[in-house]
Protein backbone atom coordinates (compact mmCIF):
# COMPACT_ATOMS: atom_id res chain seq x y z
CA UNK A 1 0.00 0.00 0.00
CA UNK A 2 1.06 3.62 -0.65
CA UNK A 3 3.26 5.09 2.27
CA UNK A 4 1.34 8.16 1.90
CA UNK A 5 -1.31 9.22 3.12
CA UNK A 6 -3.01 10.41 0.11
CA UNK A 7 -5.80 7.74 -1.27
CA UNK A 8 -7.62 7.95 -3.99
CA UNK A 9 -10.86 6.77 -4.63
CA UNK A 10 -13.56 5.31 -7.05
CA UNK A 11 -17.27 5.08 -5.81
CA UNK A 12 -19.63 2.85 -7.37
CA UNK A 13 -22.93 4.87 -7.42
CA UNK A 14 -26.52 3.37 -6.20
CA UNK A 15 -26.48 1.21 -3.07
CA UNK A 16 -23.04 2.94 -2.28
CA UNK A 17 -23.76 6.65 -2.08
CA UNK A 18 -27.34 6.41 -3.10
CA UNK A 19 -30.19 4.05 -2.67
CA UNK A 20 -33.51 4.13 -5.03
CA UNK A 21 -32.82 7.79 -5.20
CA UNK A 22 -32.51 8.14 -1.51
CA UNK A 23 -28.78 9.42 -0.16
CA UNK A 24 -27.17 6.73 2.13
CA UNK A 25 -26.47 8.04 5.45
CA UNK A 26 -22.49 9.87 5.79
CA UNK A 27 -22.28 9.89 1.89
CA UNK A 28 -22.83 13.69 1.85
CA UNK A 29 -19.90 14.06 4.99
CA UNK A 30 -17.89 11.71 2.87
CA UNK A 31 -17.69 13.17 -0.26
CA UNK A 32 -17.67 16.84 1.47
CA UNK A 33 -14.30 15.46 3.40
CA UNK A 34 -12.91 14.42 0.33
CA UNK A 35 -13.64 17.65 -1.76
CA UNK A 36 -12.44 20.09 1.37
CA UNK A 37 -9.27 17.82 1.60
CA UNK A 38 -8.40 17.93 -2.08
CA UNK A 39 -8.63 14.39 -2.61
CA UNK A 40 -9.18 12.86 -6.09
CA UNK A 41 -12.64 10.77 -6.51
CA UNK A 42 -14.50 9.45 -8.90
CA UNK A 43 -18.46 8.08 -9.06
CA UNK A 44 -18.63 5.35 -11.29
CA UNK A 45 -22.03 3.52 -12.46
CA UNK A 46 -22.37 0.91 -15.17
CA UNK A 47 -25.72 2.77 -16.05
CA UNK A 48 -25.68 4.42 -19.37
CA UNK A 49 -29.08 5.73 -19.69
CA UNK A 50 -27.67 9.27 -18.32
CA UNK A 51 -25.06 11.73 -19.23
CA UNK A 52 -22.96 13.03 -16.36
CA UNK A 53 -24.61 16.23 -16.78
CA UNK A 54 -28.43 14.20 -15.76
CA UNK A 55 -26.78 12.12 -13.25
CA UNK A 56 -25.10 15.69 -11.59
CA UNK A 57 -28.59 16.73 -11.16
CA UNK A 58 -30.40 13.65 -9.45
CA UNK A 59 -27.87 13.69 -6.78
CA UNK A 60 -28.49 16.82 -6.27
CA UNK A 61 -31.58 16.09 -5.39
CA UNK A 62 -30.83 13.33 -2.99
CA UNK A 63 -28.29 16.22 -1.06
CA UNK A 64 -24.95 15.18 -2.95
CA UNK A 65 -22.47 17.79 -4.94
CA UNK A 66 -20.38 16.04 -6.99
CA UNK A 67 -19.10 17.68 -10.14
CA UNK A 68 -19.82 16.63 -13.48
CA UNK A 69 -16.19 16.04 -14.10
CA UNK A 70 -16.31 13.80 -11.49
CA UNK A 71 -19.17 11.14 -12.76
CA UNK A 72 -17.77 8.22 -15.08
CA UNK A 73 -20.28 6.15 -16.91
CA UNK A 74 -20.14 3.27 -18.65
CA UNK A 75 -21.84 5.15 -21.86
CA UNK A 76 -18.33 7.50 -21.34
CA UNK A 77 -15.87 4.69 -21.58
CA UNK A 78 -17.67 2.54 -24.48
CA UNK A 79 -17.64 5.90 -26.60
CA UNK A 80 -13.69 6.41 -25.45
CA UNK A 81 -12.94 2.69 -26.29
CA UNK A 82 -14.93 3.04 -29.51
CA UNK A 83 -12.93 6.35 -30.30
CA UNK A 84 -9.79 4.80 -29.57
CA UNK A 85 -10.44 1.47 -31.38
CA UNK A 86 -12.24 3.09 -34.67
CA UNK A 87 -12.20 6.86 -34.65
CA UNK A 88 -15.20 8.71 -36.01
CA UNK A 89 -17.13 5.42 -36.86
CA UNK A 90 -20.70 4.88 -37.10
CA UNK A 91 -22.94 2.68 -34.48
CA UNK A 92 -26.21 1.63 -34.72
CA UNK A 93 -27.36 2.43 -31.12
CA UNK A 94 -30.16 0.68 -28.70
CA UNK A 95 -30.27 3.25 -25.68
CA UNK A 96 -30.99 6.71 -24.52
CA UNK A 97 -29.08 10.14 -24.36
CA UNK A 98 -26.56 9.02 -22.37
CA UNK A 99 -25.12 6.51 -24.72
CA UNK A 100 -25.85 8.46 -27.65
CA UNK A 101 -24.48 12.13 -26.27
CA UNK A 102 -21.57 10.21 -25.25
CA UNK A 103 -21.12 8.94 -28.78
CA UNK A 104 -21.73 11.95 -30.62
CA UNK A 105 -19.19 13.64 -28.19
CA UNK A 106 -16.05 11.58 -29.38
CA UNK A 107 -17.38 11.98 -33.41
CA UNK A 108 -19.51 8.70 -33.70
CA UNK A 109 -21.95 9.36 -36.42
CA UNK A 110 -25.46 6.84 -35.47
CA UNK A 111 -27.00 4.98 -38.31
CA UNK A 112 -28.87 1.95 -39.72
CA UNK A 113 -27.36 1.56 -43.03
CA UNK A 114 -24.08 -0.73 -42.74
CA UNK A 115 -22.93 0.52 -39.07
CA UNK A 116 -19.39 0.04 -37.94
CA UNK A 117 -20.72 -0.96 -34.45
CA UNK A 118 -23.65 -2.24 -33.14
CA UNK A 119 -23.79 -0.47 -29.21
CA UNK A 120 -26.30 -2.05 -26.91
CA UNK A 121 -27.06 0.35 -23.46
CA UNK A 122 -30.08 0.71 -20.91
CA UNK A 123 -33.17 1.76 -21.27
CA UNK A 124 -36.54 1.60 -19.56
CA UNK A 125 -38.13 0.97 -22.88
CA UNK A 126 -36.39 -1.76 -25.32
CA UNK A 127 -38.04 -1.59 -28.24
CA UNK A 128 -38.87 -5.04 -30.57
CA UNK A 129 -38.37 -3.35 -33.22
CA UNK A 130 -34.74 -1.88 -32.26
CA UNK A 131 -33.76 -5.21 -30.91
CA UNK A 132 -34.73 -7.01 -34.12
CA UNK A 133 -32.68 -4.68 -36.35
CA UNK A 134 -29.86 -4.49 -33.86
CA UNK A 135 -29.69 -9.07 -34.71
CA UNK A 136 -29.99 -8.31 -38.54
CA UNK A 137 -27.32 -5.59 -38.24
CA UNK A 138 -25.27 -8.49 -36.87
CA UNK A 139 -25.38 -10.99 -38.24
CA UNK A 140 -24.43 -9.21 -41.31
CA UNK A 141 -21.55 -8.02 -39.53
CA UNK A 142 -21.37 -4.84 -37.72
CA UNK A 143 -19.64 -5.44 -34.01
CA UNK A 144 -21.31 -6.22 -31.04
CA UNK A 145 -20.82 -3.79 -28.24
CA UNK A 146 -22.26 -3.63 -24.81
CA UNK A 147 -21.88 -1.58 -22.16
CA UNK A 148 -22.37 -3.46 -19.53
CA UNK A 149 -23.37 -6.68 -18.60
CA UNK A 150 -26.17 -6.36 -15.33
CA UNK A 151 -28.65 -8.58 -16.19
CA UNK A 152 -31.28 -6.37 -14.27
CA UNK A 153 -31.38 -3.07 -12.73
CA UNK A 154 -33.61 -2.07 -9.76
CA UNK A 155 -36.76 -0.19 -9.62
CA UNK A 156 -39.25 0.25 -6.53
CA UNK A 157 -41.42 -1.97 -8.27
CA UNK A 158 -38.80 -5.10 -8.35
CA UNK A 159 -35.77 -5.67 -10.70
CA UNK A 160 -35.86 -4.72 -14.45
CA UNK A 161 -34.38 -6.59 -17.30
CA UNK A 162 -31.29 -4.68 -18.18
CA UNK A 163 -28.15 -4.64 -20.45
CA UNK A 164 -26.51 -7.98 -20.17
CA UNK A 165 -29.72 -9.78 -20.43
CA UNK A 166 -31.10 -7.92 -23.81
CA UNK A 167 -27.33 -8.95 -24.65
CA UNK A 168 -28.01 -12.15 -24.14
CA UNK A 169 -31.26 -12.40 -26.33
CA UNK A 170 -29.19 -11.23 -29.27
CA UNK A 171 -26.39 -12.94 -28.62
CA UNK A 172 -28.74 -15.88 -29.17
CA UNK A 173 -29.66 -14.81 -32.41
CA UNK A 174 -26.62 -14.16 -33.73
CA UNK A 175 -24.20 -16.76 -32.55
CA UNK A 176 -22.18 -13.20 -31.62
CA UNK A 177 -20.91 -12.74 -28.22
CA UNK A 178 -20.88 -8.85 -27.65
CA UNK A 179 -17.56 -6.84 -26.42
CA UNK A 180 -18.73 -5.71 -22.59
CA UNK A 181 -17.27 -2.82 -21.68
CA UNK A 182 -18.65 -1.41 -18.41
CA UNK A 183 -17.63 -3.26 -15.12
CA UNK A 184 -16.07 -5.78 -14.33
CA UNK A 185 -14.17 -4.55 -17.51
CA UNK A 186 -10.87 -3.49 -15.78
CA UNK A 187 -10.90 -1.48 -18.86
CA UNK A 188 -13.66 1.16 -17.17
CA UNK A 189 -11.62 1.28 -14.08
CA UNK A 190 -8.52 2.25 -16.08
CA UNK A 191 -10.32 4.91 -17.87
CA UNK A 192 -11.51 6.21 -14.30
CA UNK A 193 -7.86 6.53 -13.53
CA UNK A 194 -6.68 8.25 -15.97
CA UNK A 195 -9.57 10.84 -15.86
CA UNK A 196 -8.24 11.81 -12.00
CA UNK A 197 -4.43 11.21 -13.06
CA UNK A 198 -4.66 8.07 -10.39
CA UNK A 199 -1.93 4.89 -10.36
CA UNK A 200 -3.59 1.66 -9.17
CA UNK A 201 -1.62 1.66 -6.24
CA UNK A 202 -3.17 3.93 -4.59
CA UNK A 203 -6.71 3.48 -5.35
CA UNK A 204 -9.85 2.58 -3.80
CA UNK A 205 -12.82 0.86 -5.37
CA UNK A 206 -15.93 1.66 -3.27
CA UNK A 207 -18.59 -0.73 -3.82
CA UNK A 208 -21.48 -2.58 -3.21
CA UNK A 209 -21.62 -5.64 -5.77
CA UNK A 210 -18.51 -8.59 -5.61
CA UNK A 211 -19.23 -9.41 -8.60
CA UNK A 212 -18.51 -6.42 -10.41
CA UNK A 213 -17.26 -3.44 -8.49
CA UNK A 214 -14.76 -5.23 -5.92
CA UNK A 215 -13.70 -7.68 -9.20
CA UNK A 216 -13.16 -4.91 -11.16
CA UNK A 217 -11.19 -3.09 -8.75
CA UNK A 218 -9.01 -6.44 -8.23
CA UNK A 219 -8.57 -6.83 -11.51
CA UNK A 220 -7.09 -3.43 -12.31
CA UNK A 221 -4.80 -3.58 -9.22
CA UNK A 222 -6.82 -1.58 -6.70
CA UNK A 223 -7.37 -1.81 -2.85
CA UNK A 224 -11.16 -2.64 -2.64
CA UNK A 225 -14.14 -2.16 0.23
CA UNK A 226 -17.01 -3.57 0.08
CA UNK A 227 -19.98 -1.64 1.28
CA UNK A 228 -23.18 -4.14 3.37
CA UNK A 229 -25.80 -1.24 2.27
CA UNK A 230 -26.38 -1.90 -1.38
CA UNK A 231 -26.51 -6.04 -3.02
CA UNK A 232 -24.02 -8.27 -1.54
CA UNK A 233 -23.50 -8.79 2.02
CA UNK A 234 -21.66 -10.22 4.67
CA UNK A 235 -22.69 -13.88 3.81
CA UNK A 236 -22.84 -13.54 0.02
CA UNK A 237 -19.31 -12.14 -0.14
CA UNK A 238 -17.58 -15.47 1.60
CA UNK A 239 -19.17 -17.62 -1.15
CA UNK A 240 -16.62 -15.74 -3.61
CA UNK A 241 -13.44 -17.27 -4.55
CA UNK A 242 -11.70 -13.72 -3.88
CA UNK A 243 -12.20 -10.74 -1.05
CA UNK A 244 -11.97 -7.05 -0.69
CA UNK A 245 -9.67 -5.69 1.32
CA UNK A 246 -12.07 -4.09 4.02
CA UNK A 247 -15.68 -5.06 4.59
CA UNK A 248 -17.64 -2.11 5.84
CA UNK A 249 -21.15 -1.29 6.89
CA UNK A 250 -21.55 1.68 4.86
CA UNK A 251 -19.69 4.65 3.36
CA UNK A 252 -20.25 6.37 7.06
CA UNK A 253 -17.39 3.96 8.16
CA UNK A 254 -15.04 5.79 6.20
CA UNK A 255 -15.93 9.37 7.29
CA UNK A 256 -13.08 11.01 9.17
CA UNK A 257 -10.42 8.56 7.76
CA UNK A 258 -10.39 8.80 4.16
CA UNK A 259 -6.44 9.68 4.55
CA UNK A 260 -6.08 6.48 6.30
CA UNK A 261 -8.76 3.97 5.57
CA UNK A 262 -7.19 1.11 6.85
CA UNK A 263 -5.79 2.35 9.70
CA UNK A 264 -7.00 -0.07 12.25
CA UNK A 265 -9.14 -2.56 10.13
Known amino acids: M ?38 PFMVLTNNSIYTPRDLRARLLNTGLDIPEESIWTSALATAQFLQTQRPNGTAYVVGESGLTTALHNVGYVMTESNPDYVVLGETRTYSFEAITRAIRLVRDGARFIA ?9 AEGPLPATGAVAALIEKATGRRPYFVGKPNPLMMRSALRRIGAHSENTLMVGDRMDTDVLSGLEAGLQTVLVLSGISGRETADMFPYRPTRVIDSVKDLVGATRDPFDGA
Do not use: C, K
Open 2 to 39: SNENQWNYLFDMDGVLVREQHLIPGADALIAELRENGI
Open 147 to 155: TNPDETGPS
